[in-house]
């Protein structure tokens, strides 16, 4: 019944999230401010929608929603949408918005394509690390995709002449610049925290911090790339374009890490 029930609200939240992303691409067409507090107020409808799904599928899974393709991808788009609410609340910065819910239903209709299937956990995640591990991952994937949003933004602004519409709704390059900065340190402190959990856990399920699994070793990559970021940053006094254009590579290897890596270099996170 729990399965039942996450699979109808599931279909709910996909068909939300379209007419989110609707809405929201009324709104800077048509450029009615009204549009955007609809659209924010419905977007905090779907992540309620969203979470009581995860909810459900945990109870009737009987673990931790987060083991297969299917449950990584849809809290994948729960935490995108948790992290653009926050910001856009946060900066009253309703155009990320209309950038992050095409991102967010991507994501969703990834999830949907994906097998909803049950299966019983394999030995080595039946360990108490692994809402630990899996949970810091989503929260940096999340991250990570909103400073992506933010970047492209960026490089939008640029092109913007004037105090129009979007002159008026987008913050100034240097302002923008730091709210995206903001997005990577946060995607950047729990992804170190996904990469630690996950040694330990390793350590306990296999005997080893570190195998060189594919995942393992493209997370890597993926720290390296914000660390090189948040370096250059802090150390060269690094802004602008190249920060933004650092920022998008780091989520195309972020979305590589877990697609591609699961699609065409299976290991042992084959699982999910």
């Given amino acids: 019944m729990m399965l039942q029930a ?10 939300g999230y379209f007419i989110l992303t609707a809405l929201n691409f009324a709104f800077v067409i048509l450029k ?8 924010f ?7 309620l929608l969203h979470t009581a799904a995860l909810v459900l599928r945990g ?70 690390w692994l809402a630990f591990h899996v949970s810091t991952a989503i929260i940096a994937y999340g991250s990570f995709g909103v400073a992506f949003v933010l970047s492209l933004i960026f490089l939008f ?7 129009g519409f979007w002159g008026q709704h987008i913050p100034q390059p240097e302002k923008l610049d730091m709210i995206s900065y903001r997005s990577v340190c946060l995607g950047m402190l729990f992804l170190t925290l996904t990469i630690l959990t996950g040694a330990i856990w ?14 393992e070793t493209w997370s ?6 914000y660390a090189i970021y948040l370096h250059l940053r802090i150390r060269r006094g690094w802004r602008g374009k190249a920060a933004a254009w650092f920022a998008v590579i780091g989520f195309i290897c972020v979305i590589f890490t877990y697609i591609g890596v699961n699609t065409f270099l299976p290991g042992i996170h084959s699982y999910a």
């Fill in 41 to 47: 107020g419905i977007q905090t409808g779907i992540f």
């Fill in 157 to 163: 602004r640029g092109r913007i002449k004037g105090e």
């Fill in 6 to 15: 996450e699979n109808t609200l599931f279909t709910i939240v996909v068909i």
């Fill in 202 to 215: 390793a350590e306990q399920a296999w005997g080893s911090y570190w195998s060189w699994d594919p995942k």
């Fill in 32 to 39: 009615k401010d009204a549009l955007a507090k609809v659209a």
């Fill in 220 to 225: 890597l990559v993926t720290w390296i790339i």
């Fill in 59 to 128: 109870i009737g899974a009987g673990h931790w929603p987060m083991t297969n393709q299917y449950e990584f991808a849809t809290s994948f788009a729960w935490a995108l949408c948790l992290v653009s609410l926050v910001f856009i609340r946060k900066y009253r910065f309703p155009v990320l918005g209309a950038f992050s819910s095409p991102l967010i239903l991507l994501m969703i209709g990834y999830a949907a394509m994906q097998s909803r299937e049950v299966k019983e956990l394999m030995p080595s995640l039946r360990s108490s």
